[in-house]
């Protein structure tokens, strides 16, 4: 029989004004949007987000299916964002959905769109919102006019007042490429991340470079460049102050402008599909699932580290100084290191907490401190697992 799915599609034509869309002067959300924006701008800073690139991509692995993780957004209403008020699974659908009515030959850039969001599951988590969803931006430079709230919601930032931060290019070179710029800390960086660990075979789009066209005439090889839009889709489909804006360009390098175009694709139906015209996502799952199971199957990894542990250590470093022992029930011992000045993001995965999630859900440790607002720590814990 006919697909079901085929029934819901966004009706982009009667949606309301593109003016309305992203609107941070006024409106029904207003004052959660700005909480939301200026803790977030107040924290998202170089020594934070190296500790989180250091603590949610080295350490132990939950293991869930894509749907799973989807569905689990049912939980979660985004608190940066002006236009909704519903569960984020609700726009993942609606994201898909206006792609495939436009692009119904790209069944990779319709997943693109279901999934785009899914690493806010780190909110359901115990992160706190601010350092999971919103705009991104650079850390280590100039923070550009273009972002949200950029002159109320800065002041208390510490990068602010360094003046190593304060220059267009801060601690970057001219045209170094996006991929190696560090971005505000959330869900883009973290699922790109899990789509690379899990090999997930979104497609990557080859150019077509010198080699092809002049190789075999010169009779050697010439660099291969390989784009992938759909992972440049996810890791910087927040990043409005450069796609929406034209600001850090000065950072990007000739990869980066031959995505542009795409992640801007993907912009429109990210942004002008949030109605409150409900997809029914019963009817939709099927034809999503076999997306799924093409391109991101079976039972992913998903790097989790457990909050209320991070807590304990740093409650512990400020009680009893540099080092103790602790017994996680259901982990190996641990040593506790306290490192000066940050994380460096090249620790190896052997460097964190040991066990697995199972174990965690079966001794529920004791909820320690607040994961929500309050300015990052200033050292870096680090739990060593010596295999015990």
Not at 24 to 37: A, H, I, P, Q
Not at 101 to 117: A, R, S, T
Not at 326 to 346: D, H, K, M, R, Y
């Amino acid at each position: 029989g006919p697909d079901p799915s085929l029934a819901y599609r966004p009706n982009l034509e009667n949606s309301k004004e593109k003016e309305e869309y992203r609107n941070f002067v006024d409106g029904s959300l207003f004052n959660r949007v700005f909480k939301t924006y200026s803790v977030m701008h107040t924290n998202q800073t170089v020594d934070f987000v190296q500790q989180k690139h250091t603590v949610w991509t080295h350490c132990n692995h939950s293991q869930m299916g894509m749907m799973d993780a989807i569905m689990s957004l049912d939980q979660l209403v985004d608190e940066s964002d002006p236009d909704v008020d519903f569960p984020n699974s609700f726009h993942a659908f609606q994201t898909a959905e206006g792609i495939r009515k436009e692009h119904p030959d790209k069944d990779w850039f319709q997943l693109v769109g279901l999934i785009h969001d899914v690493g806010k599951i780190l909110a359901l988590w115990d992160e706190p919102q601010w350092a999971v969803v919103g705009d991104t931006f650079p850390v280590g430079c100039k923070f550009q006019n273009s972002i949200v709230f950029r002159e109320s919601t800065f002041q208390d930032n510490p990068d602010e007042k360094n003046p190593k931060y304060k220059t267009e290019y801060g601690i970057y070179e001219p045209n170094c490429g996006l991929d190696k710029v560090l971005m505000s800390w959330g869900h883009d960086e973290y699922l790109y991340r899990v789509i690379k660990f899990n090999n997930c075979s979104i497609p990557e789009e080859v150019r077509e470079s010198l080699h092809e066209v002049i190789g075999p005439a010169v009779g050697r090889q010439v660099g291969v460049y390989v784009n992938s839009k759909g992972l440049y889709m996810i890791r910087f489909h927040s990043f409005y102050p450069w796609h929406s804006h034209g600001d850090y360009t000065h950072l990007c390098n000739h990869k980066d402008l031959q995505m542009l175009p795409w992640v801007k694709e993907f912009n429109k139906f990210d942004l002008y599909t949030k109605t409150t015209d409900l997809p029914n996502v019963d009817e939709l799952r099927p034809y999503y699932q076999s997306l799924i199971d093409k391109y991101c199957p079976g039972v992913l990894q998903w790097q989790v580290v457990i909050k209320i542990w991070q807590e304990i250590v740093h409650l512990l470093s400020r009680l009893i100084g540099d080092c103790s022992l602790i017994c996680v029930p259901g982990l190996a011992a641990q040593t506790l290191e306290q490192t000066e000045g940050g994380a460096t993001g090249n620790e190896s995965p052997d460097e964190c907490v040991g066990g697995n999630a199972s174990d965690l859900r079966a001794h529920p440790p004791h909820r320690l401190g607040n994961s929500g607002v309050g300015n990052p720590t200033s050292r870096y814990i680090r739990l060593v697992n010596h295999g015990l």
